[in-house]
């Protein structure tokens, strides 16, 4: 899923007016990817650490304060729907 996240992140990087949010479990691979882009990046990039497992997952998505989430994390089959109700609450899309 790390190249569909790469991709998803360096489409929406070339487009001005945007703040892209590269959020995951650890720091160093989201800063990693926006340290590639930053130069030829249009939007702001900026990268939080967000573990959608945490028990206060909820609470730090509305600290992001996101108005759109790309949720790049499978499978999907499997998962509940913690992570879309989270972005419901917080306001996102």
Known sequence: MRLLRRRVVRLLSRQRGL???VA???A???W?????LR???KAELKCVVLDTQAPDFGRAIRAVGP???VHTTGPFQGLRHH????C???GAH
Do not use: N, Y
Request: proline share 0%; no cysteine; aromatic share 0%.
């Open 19 to 21: 703040r892209v949010i």
């Open 24 to 26: 995951g479990r650890g």
């Open 28 to 30: 160093s691979q989201g």
């Open 32 to 36: 990693a990817l926006v340290d590639t």
């Open 39 to 41: 130069q030829g990046a």
């Open 67 to 69: 108005d759109a989430v």
């Open 83 to 86: 992570v879309a109700r989270a």
């Open 88 to 90: 419901i609450v917080a």
